[in-house]
């Protein structure tokens, strides 16, 4: 190539373009590799060619180019150049683009893998599959079905979460499909994904696809099933599904299957993490306002405390009663009725919380609270009656807001008693409630109907528990109902 023909070349518009989409390529490739190494020789060589021998040089480059993409990216020389600098300009346009469209696919891949593993919630984790996944597949409905056995041992995979840009949904969650048979069962079988690209015909071999038939009605016309596999495990499916028929290719799955073992993880991780939470949230709605944190926490390490059925374990009871207070409602409004129970429960319960013991039942005007259930402890009698001194302490608050709202003054009494009972969520697995029965219940109650206003009164068994640290004031022998000897009961003055 002579001086001028080469100056003349340089001010092309063709030569500048080039070199745009050497520099581009370049810095793409970051200066790596022998593919690198050879576009930069080229170009060098180019610039300076002087000889018919050089010319060789860019068609033999240029065919290197083609080789080098073959298998990974499509064929990108464009065919009966017009010259060889032409065509291997072009053929870097084309390279350009396909590596754009590539590492977009990685970008996204990237990020998705990135996303997918900091998700918890599956609704979280699929909502962000919809919005960056067409970057790899593509799709205007994604759902996601869970693998499940029935009661009577039959495999279905229910519906669990769907999302679509069709209009109306048909299959919405909660929706089953037998594995047993139809395409499901096949797909189960051997793990391998697999694509319908007219579900119009697919429907006409098979008539009697429901599934089918609403993808149809909703406005799919091609499908691609993917399984999700954990440990050679399947955990569930992801349906992709699309306006447009034969839209769905191998490359497809070839792409999805780089991020869809990261995605079966994370969904199954989220699976578990959403049956661990709705658990949690059952035991903190259920338990919450009858149990302090600690004890909650405690519950959520240890979810067996609350299997229906039950076990033996010792507990310490207590019992406590408003004194009078039946015959006092008589002459008192409703309203005040029950303000006058809220403002005492309100400070009790508070009271309770503080020393980790469980509310069993509210009954009327009475509070029967549990140390020792579902949580023991070797304390647990020593802090039930260090509860009940607070609360005689704190019935002064109670009365002040009863005094503020023109409300009768209360007094309450208290019995104690530990001993072996049977605890655990009594009722059916419809409605079921944890308590505890058992002799040393009824204990505690005939002791709780026989304290004074303002009194703690404690069984033998918890003074045992306890006489090292006790203060009593009284010992007396009572005759309570069920016992034919009378028992002894000690009023407690502090600890």
């Given at each position: 190539m002579t001086d001028d023909l080469l100056s003349q070349w340089r001010h092309d518009p063709s030569y500048r373009l080039l070199q745009a989409e050497i520099s581009a390529l370049d810095e793409r490739l970051g200066g790596k590799g022998e593919f690198g190494r050879a576009i930069r020789d080229l170009w060098s060589q180019q610039q300076n060619a002087t000889s018919p021998e050089d010319e060789e040089h860019l068609a033999f480059y240029r065919k290197i180019l083609t080789q080098m993409m073959m298998g990974k990216f499509e064929r990108i020389v464009t065919p009966?150049?017009?010259?060889?600098?032409e065509s291997f300009g072009a053929s870097l346009v084309h390279l350009n683009m396909t590596l754009d469209r590539k590492f977009a696919e990685v970008r996204a891949l990237s990020e998705v893998t990135h996303q997918l593993n900091e998700g918890l919630f599956i609704a979280d984790v699929l909502n962000h599959v919809f919005d960056t996944f067409r970057a790899i597949i593509p799709y205007d409905r994604i759902r996601f079905a869970v693998v499940e056995t029935?009661?009577?041992?039959?495999k279905?995979?229910?519906t669990h979460w769907s999302r679509s840009d069709f209009g109306t949904c048909h299959i919405t969650p909660g929706y089953i499909q037998l594995l047993e048979t139809g395409s499901l069962a096949a797909i189960a079988a051997d793990g391998q994904p697999r694509f319908v690209n007219d579900l119009a015909?697919?429907?006409?071999?098979?008539?009697?696809?429901?599934v089918t038939g609403l993808m149809i009605k909703e406005g799919a016309l091609a499908n691609l099933t993917y399984p999700l596999v954990v440990k050679n495990e399947l955990i569930g499916f992801l349906f992709f599904s699309s306006r447009i028929k034969g839209v769905y290719q191998q490359e497809h799955i070839n792409m999805f299957a780089s991020v869809g073992a990261s995605l079966a993880l994370t969904l199954e991780k989220s699976l578990l993490y959403e049956g661990l939470t709705v658990r949690n949230a059952f035991i903190r709605s259920v338990f919450g306002r009858y149990i302090s944190d600690e004890i909650a926490d405690a519950l959520l390490k240890d979810p067996e405390a609350l299997n229906m059925g039950g076990r033996t374990c010792k507990v310490t009871v207590l019992l406590s009663d408003i004194r009078g207070f039946t015959s006092m409602s008589e002459h008192m409004e409703p309203e005040q009725v029950v303000a006058s129970l809220?403002?005492?429960?309100?400070?009790m319960v508070d009271v309770i919380h503080k020393h980790n013991g469980t509310i069993d039942n509210i009954i009327g005007d009475a509070l029967m609270v549990l140390f020792g259930a579902p949580i023991s402890r070797d304390d647990d009698a020593h802090r039930a009656i260090a509860c009940a001194l607070d609360m005689q302490g704190a019935m002064t608050e109670v009365n002040r807001r009863n005094l503020e709202r023109g409300l009768p003054e209360l007094a309450i009494g208290i019995g104690i008693n530990t001993g072996d009972v049977v605890a655990g969520n009594i009722g059916s697995e419809a409605h079921a409630k944890y308590s505890v029965i058992g002799a040393p219940v009824n204990m505690a109650a005939r002791l709780e109907s026989k304290a004074a206003r303002g009194e703690v009164l404690i069984s033998q068994t918890s003074y045992d528990a306890v006489q090292d640290a006790v203060h009593i004031v009284e010992t007396r022998k009572i005759q309570v109902k069920g016992f034919s000897d009378p028992v002894c009961a000690y009023s407690v003055a502090a600890l």
């Open positions: 009966d150049p017009v010259n060889d600098v029935t009661s009577k041992g039959v279905v995979a229910r015909i697919s429907l006409q071999e098979r008539p009697d696809s429901l809220n403002n005492c429960f309100t400070v």
